[in-house]
Nanobody
Framework: QVQLVESGGGLVQAGGSLRLSCVAS????????MGWYRQDPGKQRELVAGITSGGITNYADSVKGRFTISRDNAKNTVYLQMNSLKPEDTAVYYCNADMFTWSRGSKNYWGQGTQVTVSS
């Protein structure tokens, strides 16, 4: 069973920092792109940041300069360092990854989400 498990969410004051982690586990042959998305109730899920297996990154304009995505390929883990947090960053953050397994081939997977709440 392939799965993504996020951790690191919580409540923080505006201007503070949080670090999210997401670990992929199961019979994984390879992981291509990994990313973080977020969703507020009543809104569409939006891309926050993505990173390829080679380390190329991209960010939503709203988080550029404040958030940093990174990954440890040996640990099948992706991180999101979030600094200078703002109340509008409040959302459920989801990990996403394109992974290849022998049983299912290439598929896109989602984590269960972790809540980030930024108080003003």
């Amino acid at each position: 069973q392939v799965q993504l498990v996020e951790s690191g969410g919580g409540l923080v004051q505006a201007g503070g920092s949080l670090r999210l982690s997401c670990v992929a586990s199961g019979s994984i042959v390879s992981i291509n792109r990994m990313g973080w998305y977020r969703q507020d109730p009543g809104k569409q899920r939006e891309l926050v940041a993505g990173i390829t297996s080679g380390g190329i990154t991209n960010y939503a304009d709203s988080v550029k300069g404040r958030f940093t995505i990174s990954r440890d390929n040996a640990k099948n883990t992706v991180y999101l360092q979030m600094n200078s947090l703002k109340p509008e960053d409040t959302a459920v953050y989801y990990c996403n990854a394109d992974m290849f397994t022998w049983s299912r081939g290439s598929k896109n997977y989602w984590g269960q989400g972790t809540q980030v709440t930024v108080s003003s």
